[in-house]
């Protein structure tokens, strides 16, 4: 199956950016939608922003809505989350997720495949 990995976070002072980096290996994830989701140190998972296959639909939480950006390349089976204006409370590790459909949903229960997770830790 597709395996999800990664890449692209580290240490960041606040006010910075940082660009996370989902590639797909062994296979492609044509057809899927991409979401990422992120869990802070005593917070449950949370939905951050999530695209559909096509590119058409993109959604983001409203805690990072102006500073974060979600694209894809489907060419290189890589999608891509740019963070700027990050805050401390940014700090978490990251994931990606895969869902078999078109469409993007903001539920980590409706995704099937996940990443390893990335962690982005945001100093003040």
């Known amino acids: 199956q597709v395996q999800l990995v990664e890449s692209g976070g580290g240490l960041v002072q606040a006010g910075g950016s940082l660009r996370l980096s989902c590639a797909a290996s062994?296979?492609?994830?044509?057809?899927?939608?991409m979401g990422w989701f992120r869990q802070a140190p005593g917070k449950e998972h949370e939905f951050v922003a999530g695209i559909s296959w096509s590119s058409g639909s993109s959604y983001f939480a409203d805690s990072v809505k102006g500073r974060f950006t979600i694209s894809r390349d489907n060419a290189k089976n890589t999608v891509y989350l740019q963070m700027n204006s990050l805050k401390p409370e940014d700090t978490a590790v990251y994931y990606c997720a895969a869902r078999r459909s078109v469409i993007v949903g903001r539920n980590p229960a409706a995704y099937d495949l996940w990443g390893q997770g990335a962690q982005v830790t945001v100093s003040s």
């Open positions: 062994g296979r492609t994830f044509s057809g899927y939608a």
